[in-house]
């Protein structure tokens, strides 16, 4: 570690966390970040697409460029009692309650306290690192991510802020602090598949064309074999069938049509386009007329492994004595988008009472994610 930690994250942690910004509502969340930053001397960017606030904030010029990814929005409190206020930003015992605690308020706090430290032992240009540090924080990741780091990245790319690297500060490790990092994440697309048949009296099966049984086959077929074996550092694609729908409430009759619903998460062998053409391929075998609506939530992406990743795998074991594992399981993020623009990393607090009733964060683990940022700024800007 080179130099001090000396500015606690747990302040603006709390105060972030008391800003019940339930996606989409912002709640005054981006104002307390933005006056943080701005404390420091970030230059400070607000970006309002639709009803979504989002911020933009950098301090330095020059490269190499490191960005912190976030989001201030959170997931509903749910309908159980806490144990405390929600949104009441309490320690006790030693842990940090509050909706957004690991998911990822607390991450947050983390970075800019590592922001700080860093640019107080820089003592260059008056504070300003070496390279450049910025945070791309938006308040549309639990929501549909249509008006949030999209938007904001092409913000970026117009304004010739696109960065040479970024963190994305998501609870990345399952059971403690320096267990993993994201180096990428599997794709996700979901279809609908809709056969359609002749619709007719069951007592007279020369007449019907019953959908139900073509869409049933056409389950078996995608279903039958994996679909691969996996990669290097991607788990075998997986494929569910979600739902099967006729909404048919009589017994005697054939339906004219029937709809299966479909997920699959995939590896970097695939594509969302491809496939969705492996699907229809496999329609076209049983069935002859039908339609198929796709919806792709995110391609796979990997960040190779180089300087910027062997600098935040030391970074981490540096701190915590744990060398961390490589990993691409678990959902999407928004490092989907990210990943389209530059290399992309994600690692952040501990993820087990994310989106839970008492999500908590314990305030060490709060301070020592801190000390694992700043050390990822020691050796990437120096």
């Known amino acids: ?53 989002n911020l933009f904030a950098r301090i330095g010029t020059g490269g190499p460029h490191v960005c912190f990814a976030g989001h201030t929005d959170v997931v509903p409190e749910g309908a159980a009692n806490w144990s405390s206020g929600p949104f009441a930003g309490e320690v006790r015992d030693g842990v940090l309650f509050g909706r957004g605690a690991c998911d990822m308020k607390g991450a947050i706090a983390s970075f800019v306290a590592a922001a700080a430290d860093h640019l107080k032992a820089s003592g260059l240009n008056n504070g300003a690192p070496k390279g450049s540090i910025s945070l791309l924080i938006t308040g549309d990741e639990e929501g549909p991510a249509v008006d949030g780091t999209v938007k904001v990245l092409e913000w970026m790319q117009a304004n010739g802020q696109v960065p040479d690297f970024c963190i ?9 602090l ?45 279903t039958a074999a994996p679909i691969d074996a996996g990669s290097e550092f991607f788990e075998p ?75 935040l795998s030391a970074a981490v074991a540096a701190a915590t004595g744990r060398v961390p594992k490589l990993d691409t399981g678990g959902g999407t993020s928004d490092a989907r988008f990210i990943a389209r623009y530059c290399p992309v990393a994600e690692f952040g607090l501990v993820g087990q009472t994310m989106h839970q009733v008492d999500e908590r964060v314990p305030v060490d683990e709060l301070r020592e994610l801190a000390r694992i940022y700043r050390e990822v700024l020691d050796r990437l800007l120096r």
């Open 1 to 53: 570690m080179s130099g001090n930690q000396a500015t606690d994250p747990l302040g603006l942690a709390q105060a972030l966390i008391r800003c019940a910004s339930v996606t989409p509502a912002d709640a005054g969340a981006q104002g307390v970040l933005a006056g943080a930053l701005e404390a420091l001397g970030f230059t400070v960017t607000k970006l309002r697409y639709g009803e979504i606030e």
């Open 168 to 176: 994305v500060g998501e609870p990345t490790n399952p059971n403690q």
């Open 178 to 222: 320096g267990d993993m990092i994201k180096v990428g994440r599997r794709g996700s697309v979901n279809m609908t598949l809709t056969v359609h048949g002749i619709q007719g009296h069951v007592a007279y099966p020369h007449r019907v064309d019953n959908p139900v049984h073509r869409l049933v086959r056409i389950a078996a077929a995608l």
């Open 237 to 311: 694609t997986s494929i569910q069938v979600t739902s099967i729908d006729v909404g048919n409430a009589a017994t005697n009759v054939v339906p004219a049509s029937a709809k299966l619903m479909l997920n699959i998460r995939f590896n970097e062998r695939h594509s969302g386009a491809s496939l969705a053409a492996w699907v229809r391929a496999t329609a076209e075998r049983y069935a002859e007329r039908f339609d198929l609506d796709v919806s792709i939530s995110g391609e796979s992406f990997l960040t190779p492994v180089g300087p910027e990743i062997e600098a």
